[in-house]
């Protein structure tokens, strides 16, 4: 797995450091987004500052390897971005994880007419329901 992450890296631009390469592998093999404190509690090596991951979280998202998840919270979510296909964002109302899924061309949305001026950069679709843990 090592060696693909190293691929990733590079084939984002991005220099590959032992920091880098274990945020990368907390991110690629969750199944749900994760919040800063997550990914820290996560890593392998505890002497990762905070600083040094928000500036790897940061140099992630400016490179599309991943993507910031809207949340209700104070602080984000950040989730791995498989594709850059448009995917929904599940929110489980029982645990609170929040999951990414593909989103089918017939359920994307449309951007609304907007009066002169306004532009849209992107679109979020919220999906609330349980997970299969928290489905009863």
């Not at 990914?39 to 998202?61: E, G, Q």
């Amino acid at each position: 797995m090592e060696a693909r992450l190293r691929d990733i890296l590079k084939e984002h631009d991005l220099k590959v450091t032992p920091v880098r390469l274990q945020v990368l592998e907390v991110l690629a093999t969750s199944e749900v987004a994760l919040s800063h404190h997550d990914i820290s509690n996560r890593l392998s090596d505890d002497s990762v500052d905070k600083v040094t991951l928000y500036r790897t979280l940061h140099a992630f998202a400016e490179r599309q390897l991943i993507h910031k998840v809207p949340s209700d919270g104070p602080n984000g979510l950040y989730a791995f971005r498989l594709s850059h296909d448009a995917h929904a964002h599940f929110i489980c109302d029982g645990c609170e994880r929040v999951y990414c899924t593909p989103l089918p061309e017939a359920a994307r949305p449309v951007a609304p007419t907007l009066t002169a001026g306004f532009q849209v950069t992107t679109q979020d679709v919220r999906l609330h329901g349980y997970c299969p843990d928290c489905h009863a």
